[in-house]
């Protein structure tokens, strides 16, 4: 409607030059392509943003997608163009001759290399873009990485202990050599045995569902103190959550607290802010009255009856 507006020609000419981007053959390939990498990722994203998520059936699902990924770059291409090609057909959009030279919208050919389409949107896209984002996911899910996600999840107390794996849980105290000498190895060993023994027997362990309340039942029932070199590794264990999960959540917010408005916010007031926005679900509890005594109280103030 705005392209057929004669009125305003900047915004005719922009509008059409958007729907002359939309209905080209290029926007269709990245649609297409963005939709399928979307869906094959979509399960292992929703996983690692579940508060109560289950780490083996997490890493499980990262295997499982590089392997369909790499598996779509080396047997997807013909698959993918079909789909693409059906799309142009059924909306009129002109498919171009994949062995023709390359000759991108808006752009001089000068500084084109000089290709087929074939190899551009073969090699150039489709190819490049599942490289860059296996290589993202190598990078943050390497063999160390869940090999040590893999031993976190021996602390799991669901369906009474389980997942509880003695050796995979010292190799896991192995990785933090600061907080574990060799001495204290050999007594987490010996905490352990007795650990895993204590908590299948007591039936107040046998109802808990992460390692975070597993923490703070041995916090209530005082076996902190009996289990120090336990209860110190379930806490680097919850650290290492916090500082994955929970920082780039924060970093998230932070975009939408500090804008342009509040570019020039001092440390303490921008942590305010943050606190209140990021634990917005606690706040919502506390009652307006609460907060008007809360300042009041504060120092004298004149209060409008």
């Known amino acids: 409607m705005i392209g057929k507006k004669d009125s305003v020609f900047d915004d005719k000419g922009k509008a059409q030059g958007i729907?002359?981007?939309l209905e080209?053959?290029?926007f269709v390939f990245m649609a297409q392509l963005m939709t399928t990498i979307f869906g094959y990722t979509n399960n292992l994203c929703l996983a690692l943003q579940r508060r109560d998520q289950d780490i083996i059936n997490a890493m499980r699902l990262a295997t499982l997608t590089k392997d369909q990924l790499q598996k779509m770059r080396e047997d997807g291409w013909e698959i993918h163009l079909n789909k693409v090609i059906s799309?142009?057909?059924k909306h009129g959009i002109v498919v171009p001759d994949m062995k023709a030279h390359y000759s991108p919208h808006?752009?001089?050919k000068r500084f084109v290399q000089q290709v087929s389409y074939l190899h551009h949107?073969?090699?150039?896209?489709?190819?490049?873009v599942i490289d860059l984002l296996l290589q993202e996911l190598d990078n943050r899910f390497d063999e160390?990485?869940?090999?040590l996600l893999r031993c976190m999840a021996c602390f799991n107390p669901k369906d009474g202990f389980s997942s509880f794996d003695k050796e995979k849980v010292l190799k896991l105290a192995t990785f933090y050599?600061?907080?574990f000498s060799n001495i204290d190895l050999m007594d987490l060993e010996c905490q352990l045995d007795i650990f895993i023994g204590d908590m299948r027997s007591d039936e107040d362990f046998q109802n808990l569902r992460d390692i975070s309340s597993l923490l703070v039942k041995l916090v209530e029932t005082k076996r902190d103190v009996v289990y120090s070199r336990v209860v110190l590794l379930i806490k680097l264990i919850l650290i290492i959550l916090v500082a994955t999960a929970s920082v780039e959540r924060v970093f998230s917010g932070m975009t939408f607290v500090k804008n342009k408005l509040r570019n020039r916010m001092g440390d303490q007031p921008l942590n305010d802010c943050l606190v209140t926005f990021i634990e917005k679900d606690v706040f919502l509890q506390v009652s307006d009255d609460d907060i008007v005594n809360r300042f009041e109280e504060m120092k004298t103030r004149r209060k409008i009856n």
């Open 106 to 108: 808006g752009r001089s």
């Open 24 to 26: 080209s053959f290029d």
């Open 177 to 179: 050599h600061s907080d």
């Open 144 to 147: 160390v990485n869940m090999e």
């Open 87 to 89: 799309i142009c057909n």
């Open 19 to 21: 729907l002359y981007l």
């Open 121 to 128: 949107f073969r090699v150039d896209v489709f190819i490049k």
